[in-house]
Nanobody, 119 residues
Framework: QVQLLESGGGLVQAGGSLRLSCAAS????????MGWFRQAPGKEREFVAA????????SYADSVRGRFTISIENTENTVYLQMNSLKPEDTAVYYC????????????WGQGTQVTVSS
């Protein structure tokens, strides 16, 4: 079955950087769209970024555009989220997710990794 395993979270000062990784396994992902979502305490889960595995075309939430970069390393079956210029409001649990290209919803989720940005 599909497994998504996130890593790379931690504590960082405002203005710093982190890189999250999502190791994907269980099938061929060439027809998948992969995304990163986050959920802060007391808030709903929100979209951060997504990328087409085949084309590499990415999209971003307005709140992170220009600071975050999503990418795929095909040889490692890994999706990355490079986060720069981090702000305290970026503090959240970050989740990796995947869905088949034509699926309406993301149906595969990782367990999440905590990112904490101190001011």
């Amino acid at each position: 079955q599909v497994q998504l395993l996130e890593s790379g979270g931690g504590l960082v000062q405002a203005g710093g950087s982190l890189r999250l990784s999502c190791a994907a396994s269980g099938r061929t992902f060439s027809n998948y769209r992969m995304g990163w979502f986050r959920q802060a305490p007391g808030k709903e889960r929100e979209f951060v970024a997504a990328i087409s595995w085949r084309s590499g075309i990415a999209s971003y939430a307005d709140s992170v555009r220009g600071r975050f970069t999503i990418s795929i390393e095909n040889t490692e079956n890994t999706v990355y989220l490079q986060m720069n210029s981090l702000k305290p409001e970026d503090t959240a649990v970050y989740y990796c997710a995947g869905r088949e290209k034509l699926a309406a919803n993301y149906n595969y989720w990782g367990q999440g990794t905590q990112v904490t940005v101190s001011s």
